[in-house]
């Protein structure tokens, strides 16, 4: 899709002025994040398992090749095939072809981020090949050309209205009059639509929460059933995967499923945890008779051991979206592309460039929130700063911002200077702000737009301490 | 140079140019190989009573419903109530278990059993869980002849016969189950925790997404057997 | 004075901790009771209190906004004006954690300044925590009839793992009862530079904490920071809302009587 990034301030405000958003997203605070509270306080052994699983990905990616290779074996091993994607246009001619060649008429999808990183939908499309996305959110969001707001969430900006307006216009063979007054009628219609999408679709493509190293499996977790229907029906299964996703064991991917459902949705595990290795076996009754893996680099191996590293350990959980103060002012639109909050606006930048997305990571309070509730320890905040310090330095953003950042620095590097110049300065300020505060001020617009500023007491602390006074 | 050759050179390039310090291969497949347990809740450690107490406790928290049986004369019976109480019809598609092959079915006339995999107008299914794992009420299923894949997502109403000695504390036991079934993964292994259910609408909780509306589990005492 | 208790002062004098405080650049130019406030309470828990005439800022706003060059002379200040105190003390979790957290790693690579941020990091603290935990205060012996509410600061919080020590100066107060707000945790929508590159995301931030305090039923706002406090009182104000903002300090000092709320006069 096409980023609109570099409209973040705009985005921004769209998101604010949108009171349906703003429901969904006063919603999301009392939901996800009170669930997780509760799910870490059944669990006395949750901190364990955060450091077990940041330790687990951290030793995987020290030895990322091996274990890739491993990996690799261990599918061919089990009647599988891997291909290998240095970028989306890659993934996407990859996936085609494989289509292509059992003569796909349509695609039925599980939920997969890679997927809209690589965004192989358009490209299934035009070139005759129609996906289907199955989980209920993505198929109401493809049924509306919109990206994903949340990345387990994605259609918690719509309203049930907007739903429904939605299904009426794309279900024109249902009876026109038909009541879709509710959450359940909606899902109810969606499953009577899908199921038949999911019987008839010649390939399933699911994408991977994890790859098993020692036993060359691929993992999904899904709560609505969608992605088991989705690799379990079609005579193909395709999984989209990419590099950093392999784990070495059995219990490693273990530990991290313990901590990836509690921190994203509260829940203490997904409904449907379900680990494939290879196509069906001869004698098995169901299931597909082809299995493919496309292992997507687009980046990482380059940011492997570098300042954004950490990143990798990233298990798309949504927990930062969630406690993040911008993201729920604002909505995951916002952010321009497929990924939001400070997960996505660390990654971002090194998908789309710097220069038109450096207020991704200039939007943070730098709260810290994210974190602290990262299962996988990653330092977030860090890492926006790393963003930061290169905008700077390639001079991104406001000219007036660094003008008086730069005016501000060099007064406080010389407090001979900053002393006297700053003395004057809040004297002025208190003597016009005689009523304790402004409601506008030249220069503090920025400020003044939504709040009042209260003005100096008028004589600084260290001059007052200074003459003696205590 | 291929695009596997490419991703290959680039990561061993920037781990080269890192501060991480790799492992020896000897040592990565010792540690494949031991597939060592991380942290493991104590939650789920105890006596097997216990261990079931948790089990239905955690599966009905997230609206499984259970039911315990004697012996596996009860599981017909145990399938026609069921069924009745939902107003369903008195048929249903059986996993081509072992375990199911022991169930007389012919005692209940009433019942239209058929066995194999599921299709879309089953409305109801039994298979057969290899384990239960009482920490949270999941149960663990496998494909293979004997328990096709389609019987756990397909019909409305999923009905799991589950042997009370399979069932243990965590995960990590229930791969030791695996493990010692056969060297190999099967094709699909579900984990499976309550019944479907999604909350992308409004994030309202319904149940029954895409997957079962409901998940019965039939927790069968087969100590007097074995 | 006997021989004795000649000995006696010498040794309390030497006993006495010298605090270096660290009054950081909007206590010092916007509300300098704060500073005052805090000196007092630091005397009063013993404590020789110093103010270095060289400080100005700890260079967060630079570091936050990827100026590392000015961050880092900004750092190297605050290092030689404050390193021969015992103990570095600030009114405000932020700064206090730009020192104690970021310094080491903004100044690793300086050769010259790593040992000595490093040594600047391990004796410098937050007001509340300093009281509470290193001075061993429990009840600063005030008095303030009202019912309040408290805003973390998100350094304080959850760089410096402060929360307990301010409530239990609060439950000291004579006459204080202590509203807790809905997720309390939750950021003010400040974050310095943040809130006037992102006017409209920080407004509707602080809009939001604001109403969750008209909802405590609370008559005063309290924190340990103060730019957390001024965005939330311009935003209290500008809704019209009754609730008065304070920093904690001016509670526990008992300066409540000389100094109006934030951005009021007072009358």
């Known amino acids: 899709m096409q980023s609109t990034s570099r409209h973040f301030n705009s985005n921004a405000r769209k998101g604010i002025a949108d009171a349906k958003l703003q429901a969904a997203l006063s919603k999301l605070s009392h939901g996800f994040p009170v669930k997780r509270l509760a799910a870490m306080a059944r669990l006395p052994e949750f901190e364990a398992l955060r450091d077990d699983a940041r330790d687990i990905k951290e030793h995987t990616l020290a030895n990322l090749g091996t274990y890739l290779e491993i990996y690799e074996a261990k599918v061919l091993e089990s009647g599988g095939h891997v291909h290998w994607a240095t970028d989306a246009a890659d993934a996407c001619e990859i996936i085609l072809g494989i289509c292509r060649d059992v003569d796909a008429k349509t695609v039925t999808k599980g939920k997969s981020m890679i997927s809209e990183e690589i965004a192989v939908n358009e490209y299934l499309e035009n070139n005759g090949v129609q996906p289907i996305e199955t989980d209920l959110g993505e198929y109401i969001i493809q049924l509306r050309h919109e990206p994903p707001s949340h990345i387990i969430a994605p259609a918690i900006h719509l309203s049930k209205e907007q739903v429904a307006e939605t299904f009426r216009g794309e279900h024109r063979h249902l009876q026109t009059g038909r009541n879709l007054d509710e959450p359940r009628t909606l899902l109810e219609e969606a499953r009577g639509e899908l199921r038949r999408k999911f019987i008839a679709a010649d390939v399933g493509i699911t994408g991977a929460n994890m790859v098993i190293a020692e036993t060359g499996t691929s993992i999904i977790v899904t709560n609505e059933g969608n992605g088991d229907l989705t690799q379990t029906l079609p005579k193909t299964h395709i999984v989209i995967a990419s590099i950093e996703k392999v784990v070495p064991t059995l219990e490693d991917a273990t530990t991290i499923l313990r901590v990836l459902a509690r921190s994203a949705t509260g829940q203490e595990m997904s409904v449907y945890n379900t680990f494939s290795t290879g196509p069906k076996r001869p004698e098995d009754l169901d299931g597909p008779e082809n299995y493919h893996v496309v292992m997507l680099d687009n980046g990482r191996s380059k940011m492997l051991g570098g300042e954004f590293h950490d990143m990798l350990r990233c298990i798309r959980c949504s927990a930062c979206l969630n406690h993040c103060p911008v993201y729920k002012a604002i909505g995951g639109h916002a952010y321009g592309w497929v990924y939001s909050g400070p997960m996505g606006a660390v990654l971002i930048p090194g998908l789309q460039g710097l220069a038109e997305t450096h207020d991704l990571p200039g939007a943070s309070t730098f709260c810290g929130k994210c974190e602290d509730v990262c299962p996988m320890r990653i330092p977030l905040p860090r890492m926006l700063r790393s963003w930061r310090e290169k905008a700077y330095a390639a001079r991104l953003g406001s000219t007036k911002a660094r003008f008086g950042l730069a005016a501000w620095a060099f007064l406080a590097r010389r407090p001979s200077f900053y002393r006297p110049i700053m003395a004057f300065g809040v004297g002025l300020l208190a003597l016009i702000g005689r009523r304790g505060r402004f409601s506008t001020l030249p220069l503090a617009g920025g400020w003044t737009a939504s709040r009042d500023l209260s003005a100096p007491e008028g004589t600084t602390f260290l001059s007052q301490w200074k003459r003696g006074k205590r | 140079m291929g695009p596997r050759e490419l991703i290959l050179g680039n990561i061993a390039k920037s781990l080269k140019e890192s501060a991480l310090s790799p492992s020896s291969r000897q040592e990565i497949e010792t540690r494949l190989s031991a597939h060592a347990n991380n942290t493991v809740p104590r939650r789920g450690q105890g006596e097997n009573e216990a261990q079931t107490a948790l089990f239905i406790a955690e599966a009905e928290r997230v609206n499984a419903t259970t039911e315990r049986l004697d012996g596996l004369e009860q599981v017909g019976e145990a399938v026609l109530r069921y069924l009745a109480s939902h107003n369903l019809p008195g048929s249903v598609k059986v996993a081509p278990h072992p375990l199911l092959e022991n169930v007389d079915w012919s005692k209940h006339p009433t019942l239209d059993v058929a066995r194999g995999r599921a299709e879309d107008s089953d409305q109801a299914s039994l298979s057969v869980a290899r384990a239960g794992v009482a920490e949270t009420g999941t149960l663990v299923l496998h494909s293979g002849p004997e328990c096709p894949t389609t019987l756990n997502f397909l019909p409305d109403n999923h009905i799991v016969l589950l042997p009370q000695s399979q069932l243990v504390g965590a995960y990590e036991e229930a791969w030791e189950m695996l493990r010692g079934d056969s060297n190999a993964m099967p094709r699909t292994v579900n984990w499976v925790t309550g019944p479907s259910r999604s909350a992308d609408i409004e994030q309202t909780l319904l149940l029954g997404a895409h997957g079962p509306r409901r998940l019965h589990i039939l927790i069968i005492n087969d100590k007097k057997t074995t | ?267």
């Open chain 3, 1 to 267: 004075m006997s021989d004795m208790a000649q000995k006696d002062t010498d040794k309390k004098n030497m006993d006495k901790k010298n605090v270096g405080l660290f009054v950081t650049c909007l206590v010092d130019l916007t509300r300098p009771s704060v500073g005052f406030a805090t000196a007092r309470l630091l005397e009063a828990g013993g404590c020789t209190v110093h103010v270095p005439d060289s400080q100005t800022c700890c260079g967060q706003p630079a570091y936050n906004a990827g100026d590392k060059v000015d961050a880092q002379a900004l750092a190297r200040n605050v290092i030689t004006a404050f390193e021969d105190f015992d103990y570095i003390v600030a009114p405000s979790g932020s700064c206090a954690g730009m020192i104690r957290e970021h310094f080491p790693a903004l100044l690793a690579e300086d050769e010259k300044m790593s040992a000595r941020a490093q040594g600047v990091a391990a004796k410098t603290y937050e007001l509340m925590e300093f009281l509470h935990d290193v001075l061993g205060v429990s009840d600063t012996g005030t008095t303030f009839q009202g019912a309040v509410t408290y805003q973390d600061s998100c350094a304080g919080l959850r760089e410096l793992g402060i929360k307990e020590q301010p409530r239990a100066l609060m439950a000291a107060v004579d006459g204080l009862s202590l509203k807790e707000l809905d997720d309390g945790e939750s950021c003010c929508g400040f974050g310095g530079l943040f809130s006037v590159k992102y006017p409209d995301i920080s407004g509707k931030i602080v809009d939001d904490k604001a109403e969750a305090i008209e909802k405590t039923g609370a008559d005063v706002l309290l924190g340990g920071d103060l730019g957390c406090l001024m965005n939330i009182a311009g935003r209290l104000q500008r809704r019209g809302s009754p609730v008065k903002v304070r920093h904690l300090a001016e509670v526990l000092a008992g300066m409540t009587g000389d100094v109006p709320p934030i951005g009021e006069t007072k009358e």
